[in-house]
């Protein structure tokens, strides 16, 4: 009995002394500057890159993760008392329904101006692309040679029966690019598109994107649409099998003759509320600068964003492509159309 | 209406008006999503109602009734052989039929396809040996049904086990004096008394896995949790997703009527009639045919629920352990263990708290309160942390609005909202097991304590605490490993200095790095299976 209470007792105190802990933390943040970030990304080099920005300005950053819909909700209903100052997200769309809902500000700087390309961020400078990632074809290389494929819209064609891997509509990148076909297609041959695509499925989509390369691997189909980045991440895991996957198949940059392969970008905005705007685009200069740009590409297998960063051996040696100049807005707001329009061709 | 008043009156005292205050506290995130239902239904509720609210039913239904079957079969049957009959290592084997608990589901069904999918571990083994198959197919609703029973089984084993072991011997002696056979007997006496225990397992296992949104995403099943997500996310339409929510609290709803009609009047208290007669070699021995097969009955949910998993696992952390094994994950596992001992102490004193206020409270209508504080554990996290963060929203509106004061940086980010969601989504899990085992206590013994001059409080720390301690020891640690493997509310309202081995974990995974996942999986299987057998090491310490 003795023991139970004592043992209560003695988690108390601890939590207690936790909490004494946490408070002082706080006293010390009061004296630095800092910056608190809702992302989605959660790479380890983000935290590497985070750190060596704490280095070199002292402004400390504070990380949030959580996917971005429930970070955006957050920011929605914490109003104008949230300590969030910058918001970080993987894909466009998200940026862009943040945008919409009020929730960030515009931020005026040459150097941002001058790197991000126009069709890379908000007309009006709410939000930046920072990293860009390719949706391409990957196919079996032991039967089928990249001149059978040509655009995405192609992937309809009946010789590919069976064959498409894709995983699903529930993932942004597939909404992504549902959406910049509607926008470049319009959506009545959009909804055909899809139509095609679904009954070309080679079994019912599931797993991630890494799955739908080892299932080339495992003949369950030829042809795959995936992001560039996983198969960097493939191609260089540890486990033997990723890397066999990985290496069994080609990779295809659709739609090089006419409008350019679909790409999407891992960007960041500025929080309405936030109290640390300089320091705010202090940071996102930092995050374009060729330094940091150039650990997104190795470490990651994203392109930079930033043209005289150097990208990695390996995506140089899938070579230059052509890529939709698309103004990635489009994307965001042709989102739940996509979605729809998946629902309604049974997309699941 | 007049009586109802007279009643009241008479009825009222001051553990009433406790018991409203507490429930109504609790239960504030439940109020706040039922008054933004009479917002009706969002602008997509067509586009969901005519495309896939029927898939959502279905599915759901299906995986209900697929792991209902599987966990009462599994967990039934090994609570049965290890309470019943004695051989080798049974201690040990009691324990490790536990363990699948430690692993959470979504990174159970991870480690299956590492090991039979696409290039799997096992794939490869078998190609070693000369057999050659692609895959087991592992994704799709019927390795959905065999990953979540088999990570789940443990709730219907837990309970269930606890029953078997309290049938005193004389019970089995009767039977067979009478002419009963073993298969009579198991069948005819030991599920009906055990019934209750089973049921109330099976509710867990219910709501675990229309809970589940890890798993059931990866392998691309449709379920209501999945179609709460997509809702909210891609359909941009919260309002219809907390429709889809309320739907599925209905449905619950109907679980728990029929639940509560399936258990009817029954309870049964098996009474120890000669205490002093150790029941020590009532388990009978295994030999032969029957020990083989008894004993691989046991091993099946050990070898598919725990074993298999940790083998790929233990595979993937030596492949990453020199670029994942750091000091990091000592603080996470710390941080983890802290949240979740804190919040166990509060739920548990806040469940004990619930049960005896309704108990003291003569005004028996008021009670409904005390269950609908419970209600947590039915509403898909991400849910409750949208109304959680609504409620702080109208906390700091009225501060700043009335006083001038901000608390916005109190209530965001702080480990206060964090630990009060944790207690509202977990309180149903030590509130239905603690009740349950009050209701098992003799109403005689407090009412002597009454009756010789103790008051309510003092009787309750002489009589009922001692006697619940095992229960409120098993429910302690039961919030602890869930708080511990808790993920959405985790993620949406942690501290950004705080994280636990869990959201690691998860980040990982969902940047398709499993792979990486691996060691803070394996940190938390470590952390939540030595808090399971403190469990067992405890249980029997104060039962002999």
């Known amino acids: 009995m003795i023991r139970i209470y004592s043992l209560f007792f003695s988690l108390f105190l601890v939590t207690s002394c936790t909490n004494e802990n946490k408070e002082n933390n706080l006293e010390k943040q009061n004296e630095r500057e800092y910056l608190t970030l809702y992302t989605h990304r959660h790479y380890d080099s983000d935290k590497l890159i985070f750190k060596r920005f704490e280095e070199t300005t002292g402004i400390i950053i504070n990380v949030v993760k959580a996917s971005a819909d429930e970070l955006i909700q957050k920011m929605e209903t914490e109003g104008n008392q949230s300590p969030a100052d910058l918001l970080l997200t993987v894909d466009a769309g998200r940026l862009v329904r943040a945008k919409n809902k009020n929730l960030l500000q515009s931020a005026n700087s040459d150097i941002l101006n001058s790197t991000i390309p126009m069709h890379l961020k908000d007309s009006s400078n709410y939000w930046f692309g920072l990293t860009k990632r390719a949706r391409v074809i990957v196919y079996n290389k032991e039967t089928v040679t990249s001149s059978d494929l040509a655009d995405y819209e192609d992937l309809v064609n009946e010789k590919w029966k069976n064959k498409i891997l894709i995983r699903s509509s529930n993932n942004i990148y597939n909404q992504s690019l549902m959406a910049s076909i509607i926008a470049n ?26 799955d739908q390369v080892k299932a080339i691997l495992a003949k369950e189909g030829d042809l795959a649409i995936i992001n560039t980045y996983y198969l ?69 297998y994203e392109y930079p964003v930033n043209k005289y960063a150097k990208s990695s051996k390996l995506l140089e040696s899938w070579g230059e492509f052509k890529e939709d100049k698309l103004s990635l807005t489009k994307l965001g707001e042709l989102n739940k159309k996509a979605v729809i329009l998946f629902d309604e061709v049974k997309w699941p | 209406m007049f009586l109802n008043l007279k009643h009241f009156k008479r009825d009222f005292n001051k553990w009433t008006l406790l018991i409203v205050a507490i429930s109504l506290f609790l239960a504030i995130p439940v109020f706040s999503i039922l008054i933004s239902l009479f917002r009706g239904s969002g602008e997509m509720w067509e586009h969901i109602t005519s495309y896939f609210l029927f898939d959502y039913i279905k599915n759901s239904t299906v995986l209900i009734i697929g792991t209902g079957l599987l966990t009462f079969i599994i967990g039934t049957s090994a609570a049965w052989i290890v309470s019943r009959y004695s051989f080798r290592f049974r201690k040990i084997i009691e324990w490790l039929l536990f363990m699948p608990l430690a692993i959470p589901s979504y990174i159970v069904a991870y480690s299956y396809v590492g090991l039979f999918g696409n290039g799997g571990t096992f794939i490869n083994i078998f190609s070693n040996l000369g057999i050659t198959i692609d895959r087991i197919e592992m994704m799709n609703i019927y390795g959905l049904i065999w990953v979540l029973s088999f990570s789940l089984y443990p709730y219907v084993y837990a309970g269930t086990r606890t029953i078997f072991q309290s049938f005193p011997s004389q019970l089995k002696h009767t039977a067979y004096l009478l002419g009963v056979s073993k298969r009579k007997y198991f069948f005819s006496i030991a599920l009906p008394l055990a019934s209750p225990a089973i049921i109330g397992g099976l509710f867990l296992v219910f709501m675990e896995v229309l809970n589940d949104y890890g798993a059931a995403k990866y392998y691309g099943i449709s379920t209501f949790t999945t179609g709460i997500f997509r809702t909210w996310t891609a359909l941009e339409d919260l309002q219809s997703s907390i429709y889809l929510s309320a739907i599925l609290v209905i449905l619950v709803f109907l679980l728990v009527l029929i639940v509560k009609w399936l258990k009817g009047r029954r309870s049964y208290s098996l009474k120890k009639t000669n205490t002093n007669q150790k029941n020590k070699n009532y388990r009978s021995e295994l030999k032969g045919l029957k020990k083989i097969t008894y004993l691989s009955i046991v091993f099946v949910p050990i070898i598919f629920g725990f074993i298999l998993p940790l083998i790929q696992l233990l595979i993937w952390g030596i492949q990453t352990f020199d670029s994942m094994f750091n000091s990091d994950l000592i603080s996470l596992a710390y941080q983890s263990l802290m949240l979740g001992l804190s919040t166990a102490m509060i739920v548990v004193f806040l469940a004990l708290l619930l049960i005896y206020l309704s108990k003291w409270n003569y005004f028996k209508p008021l009670n409904v309160f005390s269950k609908v504080a419970t209600l947590g554990y039915v509403i898909p996290g991400a849910i409750i942390g949208v109304g959680i963060i609504r409620t702080s929203k109208s906390l700091t509106d009225l501060f700043s609005f ?34 349950g085992n009050t209701l098992k206590l003799n109403e005689n013994l407090s009412e002597s304590s009454y009756l010789l001059g103790y008051g309510k409080i003092k009787t309750f720390f002489k009589i009922d605490f001692p006697l619940l301690k095992n229960a409120l020891l098993s429910s302690f640690i039961l919030v602890l490993i869930d708080v511990m493997k808790e993920l959405p509310l985790t993620l949406i309202l942690k501290p950004y200095d705080i994280s636990t081995l869990a959201v690691r974990a998860y980040e990982y995974a969902e940047d398709e790095r499993v792979g990486e996942a691996a060691l803070p999986a394996l940190f938390l299987i470590f952390l939540i299976g030595s808090m399971i057998s403190i469990l067992n090491y405890r249980l029997r310490v104060n039962k002999d």
Do not use: C, M
């Open chain 1, 185 to 210: 297609k319009g959506i009545d041959s959009a909804k055909v598109w899809a139509e095609g695509i679904v009954n070309n499925f080679a079994r019912s989509p599931k797993g991630n994107d890494r």
């Open chain 1, 232 to 300: 960097g991440k493939l191609i260089n895991s540890k486990d033997s099998n990723e890397v066999a996957a990985g290496n069994a198949v080609g990779i295809f940059f659709p739609n090089q003759e006419n409008r350019g392969t679909h790409i999407n970008v891992s960007g960041i905005g500025i929080a309405k509320n936030s109290k640390n705007k300089l320091n705010a685009i202090k940071f996102i200069e930092y995050l374009i600068s060729e330094e940091v740009q150039e650990i997104f590409a190795n470490a990651n």
């Open chain 2, 402 to 435: 009335h006083y001038d004061i901000e608390i916005g940086h109190l209530i965001y980010n702080s480990l206060l909202v964090l630990i009060y969601a944790y207690v509202f989504r977990f309180i149903a899990v030590a509130f239905n097991s603690i009740e």
